[in-house]
């Protein structure tokens, strides 16, 4: 009976090793197929999970290390292949919950996969895609910062929205340089040359409002996209896989708004998006290139508290005088006013102390009781102004961002030809752009004259920001034109700042400006001190007038005097024709030059 016992027990054992033994033999046998299956199929060439990697040039713009499975994941599509789907075979490495998008692909792609994974829970994920809950996509684009350099394209992020009806509590998509840097210049240096960490992130939308609508004064435009909700979930998903990763930020090329076109690409592979953009990357070009690809469903306008308070005051104040005294100081509002006038001072004087508040002009304690105390006042009227807005010219309907020209001068029979990558200066049309924020990179001109052909100008860096001054808000106006001219026949390197104030309305303004010019070479050197005043005129629909008179007085015994009269007429969206008279003497025989160029965007 023993006998028989022991037997059975070695039977046993032996039946569950030639089972596990079987097991093994049919799971490695399965692997070995899919792995077949894959080579088969060369899955690692197929451009959605290039996509997905984001590769450009056979190599991923993302630097982060934990955005790879293989070490050679950076450069090698076909080994960060396989090793996920070894990993994921393995149940190692965390795959299944941190590459969720990845998972689903290679499960559509790849035969009997998701029955040869390893599962389990993935509760961040889950909870991560519960908060988002998405069904709808926005594309949001808060417009130019007129006294920030590295805020002066624009920027764009994503909306992820559940319900339309509710946008501000969204989420954010957002993708943005890491820095604590508060000078502009130097942010867009760093900016420039990749000195900065760029990572996506996602955050309540009202949170981005406030930034952008509220702290920084500017108007948003929100472009809804055609998309699907599985597309929106696809890209709610990389957002996942991304977010603890970064790829080093390039002002010009790899910035924010490119990095948004990749999410747009995950979530229709068909799109090219990313590839349109080879050396510059402007926020409002890729907007117009969704357009050009019907991929936006519409659009809405949310105007800027700076907007809003500008608004009441050129159109709901009569006695303007007044209203500066009544938010200056603590006096009441004159019983005489209307109920409608009363509501107008103080829906002004409300936002008015939050701007202060925001620029940290007045301490919170002030603020505190002061914005409570107009609540209340306010609240007795329960209604709301009657504040209707005319929606401005939308930007997707502007010229576009490069410019290249013609120019023949009547006085010598000069020809020149310019090129300006970007991006809109004073003698463009200005619809759709932010009016006095000018800013060109790298632009140049080459002179034909009867005996030589030569470069005649090349600017580095020209930007002029005529932000406009009134009773309420005063900031400086300012510019900065760095690079190369031919002045007195000579090529000099040149620097021109100059500081200022500006004053208009929506349609006109005045600067007034004092700076100085520097042309540089060796020895023979020349610098000024002086100014100008100008005049630019944006009320004709379709043309643009401008007028200018500046001084410089030179070292050398040297006076300049320039008069400088322009108009731009806009032929149809990306062509204009510019006329521009220039009288300058600072030669001793003066100079009248009558010069005509075309202008041709794209």
């Not at 070695?10 to 097991?23: A, D, H, P, Q, V």
């Not at 890209?235 to 930020?249: G, N, P, R």
């Not at 949310?302 to 500008?310: E, G, V």
């Not at 300058?584 to 075309?598: A, G, H, I, V």
């Amino acid at each position: 009976m023993i006998l028989l016992l022991n037997l059975s027990n070695k039977l046993i054992r032996l039946s569950k090793y030639f089972l596990l033994t079987c097991l093994f033999i049919t799971s490695a046998y399965s692997n070995e197929l899919l792995l077949q299956n894959i080579t088969n199929q060369k899955l690692y060439e197929n451009p959605y999970w290039s996509k997905l990697l984001h590769y450009q040039n056979n190599v991923s713009e993302i630097d982060s290390n934990n955005f790879f499975i293989s070490s050679w994941g950076k450069t090698n599509l076909k080994k960060e292949l396989f090793e996920t789907i070894d990993a994921l075979i393995k149940g190692e490495k965390d795959i299944l919950c941190r590459f969720p998008l990845r998972v689903k692909w290679l499960k559509s792609k790849v035969n009997n996969l998701d029955e040869n994974i390893v599962k389990y829970e993935c509760k961040e994920l889950d909870e991560f895609v519960a908060s988002v809950n998405a069904n709808y996509i926005t594309l949001v684009f808060p417009t130019a910062h007129i006294n920030s350099p590295a805020s002066m394209y624009g920027h764009t992020f994503l909306r992820l929205t559940e319900d339309n009806d509710t946008p501000l509590i969204s989420n954010a998509v957002n993708y943005a340089a890491q820095s604590d840097d508060t000078n502009g210049f130097i942010f867009a240096y760093k900016g420039i040359f990749g000195g900065y960490e760029g990572k996506y992130s996602i955050l309540p939308y009202y949170k981005k409002i406030k930034e952008y609508n509220n702290l920084e004064q500017r108007d948003v435009w929100e472009y809804d996209l055609k998309l699907n909700k599985e597309q929106v979930s696809d890209i709610v998903l990389h957002t996942y896989e991304l977010k603890d990763s970064y790829s080093d930020y390039f002002f010009f090329k790899e910035n924010c708004s490119y990095n948004v076109l990749w999410l747009l690409e995950i979530a229709k592979p068909e799109l090219e998006l990313v590839n349109k953009f080879y050396v510059k990357t402007i926020p409002l070009d890729t907007v117009k290139l969704l357009k050009e690809l019907n991929l936006i469903e519409s659009s809405k306008f949310r105007a800027s508290k700076m907007t809003k308070m500008k608004h009441i005051v050129d159109n709901k104040i009569n006695n303007k005088k007044y209203l500066f005294d009544y938010v200056n100081s603590e006096i009441e509002l004159n019983d005489n006013l209307s109920v409608s006038d009363k509501m107008y001072y103080l829906d002004f004087k409300i936002e008015y102390i939050k701007y202060l508040r925001s620029k940290n002009k007045i301490n919170k304690n002030t603020y505190l009781s002061s914005y409570v105390k107009l609540l209340k006042q306010r609240s007795l009227f329960n209604k709301k102004s009657d504040i209707k807005m005319k929606v401005p010219f939308n930007p997707i309907n502007s010229h576009d961002s490069a410019r290249a020209s013609i120019l023949y001068n009547t006085s010598n029979d000069n020809i020149e030809l310019g090129y300006k990558p970007v991006y809109n200066d004073i003698y463009d049309i200005s619809k759709g752009y932010f009016q006095g924020a000018y800013i060109n990179f790298f632009d140049f001109n080459i002179l034909k004259d009867e005996n030589h052909i030569r470069l005649d100008k090349f600017s580095l860096l020209n930007i002029k920001s005529y932000a406009k001054r009134d009773m309420f808000f005063k900031p400086l106006s300012w510019g900065i034109d760095l690079g190369y001219k031919h002045f007195r026949k000579r090529d000099y390197f040149n620097i021109n700042p100059e500081i200022g104030y500006t004053f208009g309305n929506s349609k006109d303004f005045l600067y007034l400006m004092a700076g100085s010019k520097v042309f540089y070479k060796n020895s023979s050197n020349y610098y000024s001190y002086g100014g100008n005043i100008g005049v630019v005129s944006n009320r004709f629909n379709n043309m643009k007038l401008g007028l200018k008179y500046s001084y410089d007085k030179y070292n050398k015994g040297i006076e300049n005097n320039i008069v400088e009269l322009f108009t731009t007429i806009k032929i149809k969206k990306d062509l204009s024709f510019n006329i521009k008279y220039i009288n300058d003497n600072l030669l001793s025989d003066k100079e009248e030059n009558l010069k005509l160029s075309l202008f041709y965007y794209f």
